[in-house]
């Protein structure tokens, strides 16, 4: 079961062990790492749900998986998290974790959405980075979204600010204009 207080709580314990260990950064690229893995893999998600499965087949499969890859901080951390039951939160702690590096960090994460599967070139990137980083007084972390359900156009989300320029909501604002047609009285 997910937890705000137990994400939280458990990512503030990793943040602080994080800076006395002067590792703050190599544990958030973990993280990074951990919340991808459990958001792409909904059958280790089961595992860590199922309380009849023991802990210790837990950390092995937490050694299995990011032995090799992540700090020996993290691997510690993340077998702690398991051996306390809450295997099931590593997804919302890694979430939380990241969102307390970047706030500390001053970082706002901007989402770009697009319509199609474009790599969006570096000058235009750069560009929203600019404005968004003026916008907000802060360094901005851009991350693409393909859409196939928009039209055209694209979306830009930061913090709670969304730009919208889909092609959809451009024909939305044209079919409200048509509806008010101040030409014709009526016939």
Do not use: W
Request: proline letters at 1%.
């Amino acid at each position: 079961m997910e937890n705000y207080r137990i994400n939280t709580n458990y990512a503030k314990a990793l943040y602080l062990l994080a800076t006395d260990t002067s590792s703050v950064d190599t544990v958030c690229n973990d993280m990074k790492l951990v919340e991808e893995v459990c958001t792409k893999n909904h059958i280790l998600n089961v595992v860590f749900g199922n309380p009849t499965i023991r802990e210790a087949k837990k950390v092995a499969i937490i050694q299995e998986l990011f032995g090799e890859k992540v700090e020996k901080v993290t691997l510690l951390f993340l077998s702690f998290v398991v051996r306390k039951r809450r295997a099931v939160n590593l997804k919302g702690i890694a979430s939380a974790y990241i969102d307390m590096y970047r706030e500390n960090n001053n970082i706002v994460l901007a989402e770009l959405r697009t319509a199609v599967d474009v790599d969006v070139d570096e000058e235009t990137r750069a560009m929203i980075r600019r404005v968004v980083g003026e916008y907000t007084n802060q360094t901005v972390e851009l991350t693409d979204i393909t859409d196939i359900r928009m039209l055209g156009g694209f979306c830009l989300k930061f913090n709670n600010y969304l730009y919208d320029a889909r092609l959809r909501r451009k024909l939305a604002k044209l079919r409200i204009e048509f509806s008010k047609n101040i030409y014709e009285k009526g016939i």
